[in-house]
């Protein structure tokens, strides 16, 4: 691929990020994140990605933190569609740290795929 052609691949990306963030309401500090893109992978094939993440930790607690991610990816060609939905929640305590994972696969919107990982893990400190 010649340099001139990853150029003419990208369409457009954004991301956006907010500075931390306190909720007065609940004592909490948060950082939002989001990413937009699309790429022109090839002639026939676009892909667009959406990704957020959004974490908060409480001021008085610090072990009680969540972090909430999604990222959604959406690729396009001639053939059809296929999505691909995926979402992780990762929340703490003083004695556990919580996962949860969820992915979701469609072709052409139907439902092609899905699973779900659910684990807790012992919070042990150095």
């Given at each position: 691929?010649?340099t001139?052609?990853?150029y003419n691949?990208?369409?457009?990306?954004?991301?956006s990020?907010?500075y931390?963030t306190?909720d007065?309401m609940?004592?909490?500090?948060?950082?939002?994140?989001?990413?937009?893109?699309?790429v022109?992978?090839?002639?026939?094939?676009?892909?667009?990605?959406?990704s957020?993440?959004e974490?908060?930790?409480?001021?008085?607690?610090?072990?009680?933190?969540?972090?909430i991610?999604?990222h959604?990816?959406?690729?396009?060609?001639?053939?059809?569609t296929?999505?691909i939905?995926?979402?992780?929640?990762v929340r703490s305590?003083e004695?556990?740290?919580?996962?949860?994972?969820?992915?979701?696969v469609r072709?052409?919107?139907l439902?092609h795929?899905?699973?779900?990982?659910?684990?807790?893990?012992?919070?042990?400190?150095l």
């Amino acid at each position: 691929m010649a340099t001139t052609d990853f150029y003419n691949i990208m369409m457009f990306a954004s991301l956006s990020c907010e500075y931390p963030t306190h909720d007065v309401m609940r004592d909490r500090t948060g950082l939002k994140l989001y990413r937009l893109d699309e790429v022109k992978a090839s002639a026939d094939m676009t892909v667009k990605t959406e990704s957020r993440l959004e974490v908060w930790s409480d001021n008085r607690n610090p072990a009680a933190t969540t972090a909430i991610g999604q990222h959604f990816r959406t690729i396009t060609r001639a053939d059809g569609t296929i999505n691909i939905d995926t979402s992780a929640n990762v929340r703490s305590t003083e004695d556990a740290i919580h996962v949860a994972l969820d992915l979701e696969v469609r072709l052409n919107g139907l439902p092609h795929h899905q699973r779900r990982w659910v684990e807790t893990f012992e919070r042990k400190l150095l």
